[in-house]
């Protein structure tokens, strides 16, 4: 009798991290790297090849990460701003009782009593 192992489990978080841009450019330099310690005609060449490559290599997951962070940032600023006292009651809600304005224009918190 043969018994049937499911490999999805397993499978699909390395498919996932594989289809990542910046795991697969740190892989190519990687391969790049070995592949470039593999030809003996360039030994002289080495280390500076291979700095190079990686330096590329970070280089352009350093960019690919700016931007994501610029696009996350831009998604981010679409949301409605919140005023000073909605962010002092998100922050300190436990704390808070209320808060107001006096009539000389200034902001009066009041604190939960325990």
Do not use: H, W
Not at 3 to 29: D, E, G, H, W, Y
Not at 78 to 86: A, E, G, I, V
Not at 95 to 114: A, F, R, W, Y
Request: net charge neutral; with cysteine; charged share 15%.
């Amino acid at each position: 009798m043969t018994t049937q192992i499911n490999l999805q489990p397993i499978l699909t978080p390395i498919l996932a991290f594989l289809k990542n841009r910046k795991v697969i450019v740190s892989l190519c330099a990687l391969l790049l790297n070995v592949a470039l310690a593999a030809v003996p005609d360039l030994a002289s060449f080495r280390p500076a090849l291979m700095t190079v490559i990686t330096g590329l290599a970070l280089g352009l997951i350093g960019g690919m990460t700016y931007a994501d962070a610029i696009r996350a940032g831009s998604d981010a600023g679409s949301l409605p701003p919140m005023s000073n006292t909605d962010l002092i009651k998100l922050l300190l809600g436990d704390l808070i009782d209320s808060i107001s304005t006096d009539l000389n224009g200034q902001t009066v918190i009041t604190l939960k009593k325990e």
